[in-house]
Nanobody
């Protein structure tokens, strides 16, 4: 079992920045990939960015050059630095953990990010 707790969401003006954090606990040594997904009202959940234990990253085209995902394996933390935020980035952001074994992913409870003037 893995537990994920996100923090750092909120309201920000267009062009602003936010940093999301996710703390993992439980069977952390089984985690391979950690990432961030988001879901806007009326839309499907989509990948924003993820990072492997070795540090390889993957980004959605819509956030490349604006968002950066990072990870501290020793502290079991993953972050999402979001810069140049746009109204279309408004969504609930979820932390995700994928294990080395073929088991269902783990999810955090989500944190709301609202970009509005």
């Amino acid at each position: 079992q893995v537990q994920l707790v996100e923090s750092g969401g909120g309201l920000v003006q267009p062009g602003g920045s936010l940093r999301l954090s996710c703390a993992a606990s439980g069977n952390i040594f089984s985690i391979n990939v950690m990432g961030w997904y988001r879901q806007a009202p009326g839309k499907q959940r989509e990948l924003v960015a993820d990072i492997t234990r070795l540090g390889d990253t993957n980004y959605a085209d819509s956030v490349k050059g604006r968002f950066a995902v990072s990870r501290d394996n020793a502290k079991n933390l993953v972050w999402l630095q979001m810069n140049s935020l746009k109204p279309e980035d408004t969504a609930v952001y979820y932390c995700n953990a994928r294990l080395y074994t073929p088991t269902p992913d783990y999810w955090g409870q989500g944190t709301q990010v609202t970009v509005s003037s």
